[in-house]
């Protein structure tokens, strides 16, 4: 492969926090390399449009604190078709890259594995959700900020729980994983924490709300992943409150704040760890992989294996927290 002379970056689908500190290091690094970053807004869909920016150093200046993306980001059906593709492609040889880096989950992936099936211009992607659910790696950016986020809100909902004798069941981002719930439930000392890989948990949650009954428990927290089975906190809360009616039952979804936010410490090093390394690899010739993290290390891991493969969350972190909950 002729040497790397000029890439693009992108963020695409759902934002998270640390997206910036991943663009900043991706062009810093490309810079102090001697490659030029042109950014691509609005993800796969200005990549078809033509939404395209030269980045210089005092352009990703200020923006390592920054929550969401300065390159915005969207979902581009657009993308999953062959003609969407194309024209992607034709934008980018018009522009002469060598190579693009993709911010991005599970969705952005399989868009760019697709492309590098039927282009010759490589992908690097780095994995940028708050779910933490791409398997490969062990965080994904976004994640502990998020935690941060729920465990603050949680916090705070627990103090007029205790005051008023109230049930609290409250929902968190998690459609098809119980990531945040588990690690989020283990760190706030909820009751009990419901995800979706867990099914019909309603039932073992009325023994156990019992058992807290008798103990005089003054009040209780749930953690509910959004994906649980049962119809997400509402939906517990309705089918739990008929069996406790000494209690006040009350519903908190914490909805989207939990993607909104100025970064952790562990979210901006992350990001720049792996902005760092998705440059380094693609001056590698590598392509149509993920940069990830396992163990503290940076591994790259094949987009075709962090998209196919199934992450399983940590169940010791949910035996623990049903332990410590008694």
């Known amino acids: 492969m002729a040497k790397i ?8 689908g759902g934002d998270a926090p640390g997206m910036n500190a991943a663009i900043r290091a991706v062009t810093r690094t490309a810079i102090y390399n001697g490659i030029e970053v042109i950014g691509i807004r609005h993800g796969y869909q200005g990549m078809i449009n033509g939404y395209f920016k030269l980045l210089k150093t005092f352009n990703v200046s200020d923006i390592i604190q920054r929550g969401g993306t300065i390159l915005k980001t969207a979902r581009c059906e657009e993308f999953k078709t062959p003609e969407g593709r194309k024209k992607a492609y034709n934008n980018l040889k018009d522009r002469r890259l060598d190579g693009v880096v993709v911010i991005g989950g599970d969705g952005s992936f399989t868009g760019a594995r697709i492309f590098n099936e039927e282009y010759d211009i490589p992908f690097i992607g780095i994995p940028g959700t708050i779910d933490n659910d ?30 008023h004798n109230r049930l609290f069941f409250i929902e968190v981002m998690g459609a098809e994983a119980g990531f945040i719930a588990i690690r989020s439930g283990l760190a706030c000392g909820a009751e009990a924490i419901i995800i979706p890989e867990i099914k019909n948990q309603v039932k073992k949650l009325r023994s156990f709300l019992e058992e807290g009954f008798k103990r005089k428990k003054s009040s209780n927290i749930i953690i509910v992943a959004e994906g649980a089975d049962e119809g997400g906190a509402f939906g517990v809360a309705k089918k739990a409150k008929k069996d406790f009616q000494d209690y006040s039952v009350r519903v908190t979804v914490l909805g989207h704040i939990q993607r909104g936010g100025s970064p952790s410490v562990y979210d901006r090093v992350t990001a720049s760890r792996l902005g760092y390394a998705a440059v380094e690899a693609l001056m590698d010739d590598q392509k149509s992989a993920m940069v990830g993290l396992q163990n503290n290390e940076v591994v790259l891991v094949p987009f075709r294996k962090a998209v196919k493969l199934h992450k399983e969350v940590n169940w010791e972190l949910l035996e623990i927290a049903n332990i410590l909950s008694v």
């Not at 002379?5 to 695409?12: D, E, Q, Y």
């Open 5 to 12: 002379k000029r890439i693009g970056v992108l963020s695409s």
């Open 134 to 163: 791409i398997y490969g790696t062990d965080y994904t950016i976004g994640y502990d900020t998020a935690l941060n986020t729920v465990i603050e809100a949680v916090d705070k909902i627990r103090d007029t729980a205790s005051a």
